[in-house]
């Protein structure tokens, strides 16, 4: 079944335009509404107006409101038209004539009416608009540019030397409100600029010139400083060619010199921390830095997953007394397997081991200090107050739940040996034994039974004040047994002998603990809180306290395959990772811009503090 649609309208010189749609179907509807079968723009035809359906060989019409229709000019809400026969139906201006072409039903709609009392040839859209009330479009378009110019162009001028010579003074600002340059913005400001959003001046010093490196430096200069100079930057980065050569060329030609901080430092990217910077601003010097800058000690790096050289912690080459910052150290790569001289002997997998005498004792302890079957990291390694990195193990807190320096109990008080202080501990036991006596002999007493004869009783006194007299040389012996093998300090510590035979200087070397191994890069055990300590740190390998059990690059690739994607191991849940995710220039104890970013959508408290592992083996935090 087939209906044919013909429009016909009349140009201004009588003749007709037809316009002919074709809607397949068995029904078709009349109406205003410009989805029905015949559309006629009428405000007297309802937006559905009528449906008209065949059957066979008649026409049925029926109105789908209350408002009728007129059929050969009856009023009416429903007719039956013969199709042999045709007939005509009107729907307020619109003439509608129906036949046949076949199988297929003919509707020619006409207009015969004006849809209003004003001349017929008026556009029906006009009728029902302000259009007439209006200015013409020349004289619209010639005042909204006027309006344009003032408004973003002549009042931000204005403002703007209104206020120039702010720029130059220090701890001046504007005044708050509204100023009419800041439409020229294009974005917020970040939550470390955010003071300046009245202040254009800070940064945009001079009108109509890029932001230069001097109005940085105002803010920014010691942030700046691990830097390389500008030329070598642009030396690393090699001339551009192609295209990239044609824009620099443009940027120049327009002072915008290459090598500007805001090259790679973006402000204006919306509220919240700075976007990171784009890892192409880095591979763009990094990536084949060797051929341009010879004389560089840095390793190539493109992409982490694919293109960046083995970690070189920074190494303790021998620990100092007293400030460990100041301990000698050296970056050394892991594929050279470095040993660490801290000052300590500690075996890892002696503590760690599930079956062996330390579990044991943990067993023992376990409802004093919450030990599990075997002792785990977190039983000795304390997570920081951000949970980004670890405390310094101390001794009184780990240590000393198994490992007691007590050497005399007076009533329920145990009496310990000063950790840490070796002169101390030697006074203690010298002390010690000149302020006690020796065991007093049974025989001394007055019940106890006795040879007879007044010579054995002499003979025990005597042999007892030997001993009282002899009583103080048994601290020397005392203080060598704690500084040699077996004893409280010679297990842990490295002792330092006596610089003669017989000498009691004993002295125990400098313990320093690595609060952190990368200082070019960045890291947050808080976002591996789910991983376990040993899948990253085999602790449970390690004998001795001079083992560094940082992860490998080729540890790391098994989750973080770059910002490309590409990874030289297969990965099953890859983690894009970004060169800024691990790497800040700023100078201080902040984490980086992503990581901040991404802390902030997990609603935490920010990162204030971002610390590798102080002892070198990761700790699963307790729950």
């Not at 100023?179 to 001046?201: E, I, P």
């Not at 001097?214 to 400083?225: P, Q, V």
């Not at 002169?423 to 025989?443: G, H, M």
Request: proline share 5%.
């Amino acid at each position: 079944m087939m209906f044919i649609v013909r429009q016909v309208a009349l140009k201004a010189d009588g003749s007709e335009i037809v316009r002919q749609t074709e809607v397949a179907g068995d029904e078709i509807f009349i109406g205003r509404n410009a989805a029905n079968g015949v559309h006629l723009p009428d405000l007297a035809v309802n937006p559905v107006h009528a449906r008209i359906e065949r059957r066979g060989n008649d026409l049925v019409i029926t109105a789908q409101s209350q408002q009728p229709f007129d059929v050969d000019g009856r009023s009416v809400e429903s007719a039956t038209i013969d199709l042999v026969r045709g007939g005509e139906l009107r729907f307020g201006g619109h003439i509608i004539v129906l036949g046949v072409e076949g199988e297929a039903v003919t509707l020619t709609v006409r207009r015969v009416e004006a849809v209003s009392d004003s001349a017929e040839d008026k556009e029906e859209g006009a009728i029902y608009s302000l259009k007439g009330l209006l200015p013409g479009k020349r004289m619209s378009a010639w005042s909204f540019a006027l309006l344009v110019l003032i408004a973003c162009l002549a009042w931000p001028i204005y403002t703007w030397s209104s206020y120039k010579d702010l720029a130059y003074k220090e701890k001046v600002s504007r005044p708050a409100g509204f100023h009419a340059d800041t439409v020229w913005s294009s974005g917020k400001l970040s939550q470390a600029h955010k003071t300046l959003k009245n202040d254009c001046q800070a940064c945009h010093v001079d009108a109509f010139v890029s932001v230069r490196d001097n109005a940085c430096m105002t803010c920014h200069e010691k942030d700046a400083s691990p830097h390389a100079p500008m030329t070598r930057q642009l030396t690393a980065r090699g001339d551009p060619t192609g295209f990239a050569a044609f824009t620099r060329f443009v940027a120049a030609s327009f002072n915008k010199p290459a090598g500007r901080c805001v090259e790679c430092h973006t402000e204006h990217e919306g509220a919240g921390a700075m976007q990171p910077t784009q890892q192409r601003f880095c591979a763009e010097c990094h990536d084949g830095m060797d051929t341009r800058l010879t004389n560089t000690k840095l390793d190539n790096a493109a992409d982490f997953g694919n293109a960046h050289p083995q970690f070189q912690p920074a190494v303790l080459v021998r620990p100092l007394a007293g400030d460990d910052t100041k301990a000698p150290r050296k970056r050394i790569s892991l594929d050279k397997k470095p040993k660490e001289n801290n000052g300590l002997k500690f075996p890892h997998d002696l503590h760690l081991n599930k079956t062996g005498g330390v579990a044991q004792m943990g067993r023992r302890l376990a409802g004093k200090h919450g030990f599990g079957d075997a002792l785990e990291c977190a039983d000795c390694h304390e997570a920081d107050k951000n949970n980004v990195g670890f405390v310094a193990v101390d001794m009184e807190k780990s240590c000393a739940m198994c490992h007691s320096l007590a050497f005399d109990k007076i009533g329920d008080t145990f009496r310990t040996l000063r950790h840490g202080e070796p002169e101390q501990v030697k006074a203690d036991l010298r002390a010690f034994y000149r302020s006690t006596a020796p065991t007093r002999p049974i025989n001394l007493g007055s019940l106890a039974r006795q040879r007879p004869g007044v010579v054995n009783s002499r003979r025990t006194a005597a042999d007892y004040a030997r001993a009282v007299n002899f009583r103080g040389g048994r601290a020397d012996q005392a203080i060598r047994q704690v500084f040699s093998r077996g004893g409280a300090c010679y297990d842990c510590h490295v002792v330092v002998p006596p610089s003669s035979s017989g000498g009691m200087d004993y002295k125990i070397a400098p313990v320093a603990q690595t609060s952190r191994y990368l200082q070019k890069g960045w890291f947050t055990h808080d976002a591996h809180d789910k991983e376990e300590c040993t899948s990253c740190h085999l602790a449970e390998k390690s004998s001795q306290a001079s083992d560094l059990l940082l992860p490998g690059i080729k540890d790391c690739r098994t989750c973080h395959v770059g910002e490309t994607g590409e990874s030289l191991i297969k990965v099953k849940k890859p983690v894009e990772s970004t060169c800024a995710m691990c790497h800040d220039y700023h100078a201080d104890k902040g984490a980086p811009w992503l990581l901040r970013e991404q802390d902030k959508k997990k609603k935490r408290p920010e990162i204030t503090a971002a610390m590798a592992h102080p002892a070198g083996a990761a700790a699963r935090l307790r729950r």
